[in-house]
């Protein structure tokens, strides 16, 4: 579970988010989205306090800056912590740490969303939670 905190500055908004990043996050940086208002231009998103995130979580942050930047926000994304840094690297298949600077190119992002998809997907096969064709 995660929670969220708003903290206005001029046309500025800073999104705080803390907590485990995973499957039940959308609906909360969803609310927290639709609380900024059309007056602002930038939207700072802070990771600062979300240690662990998933798959599931990464499509959530990469979906929150994709309908960011669709209402006209200049989205960025600071304060990445070792794990999740280390996901996206993974996911995108690039070696080391970096990889949240260099994902708020929309192509880099495309990319890490496609990938991140498919791992998803192949957890939950490997779960036994997605249905397999009959043979």
């Known amino acids: ?5 708003l903290q206005y500055h001029g046309t500025s908004v800073l999104l705080g988010i803390a907590g485990t990043l995973g499957e039940d996050a959308g609906a ?25 995130m998933d798959a599931d979580g ?21 304060g990445w912590q070792p794990q999740p840094q280390q996901l996206m690297a993974t996911v995108a298949g690039t070696p080391g740490a970096g990889a949240g600077e260099r994902y708020a190119v ?20 490997d779960a036994g939670s997605l249905p397999t064709p009959n043979a």
Not at 1 to 5: A, G, K, L
């Open 1 to 5: 579970m995660i929670t969220t905190s």
């Open 28 to 52: 909360a940086l969803q609310r927290a989205l639709d609380s900024v208002e059309n007056s602002d231009r930038v939207l700072m998103i802070d990771m600062h306090q979300v240690p662990v």
């Open 58 to 78: 990464l499509l959530h942050v990469l979906d929150l800056h994709r309908r960011a930047e669709c209402l006209g926000l200049r989205t960025l994304i600071v």
């Open 106 to 125: 929309a192509g880099f992002r495309r990319l890490l969303q496609d990938r991140a998809q498919r791992a998803r997907d192949r957890a939950e096969l």
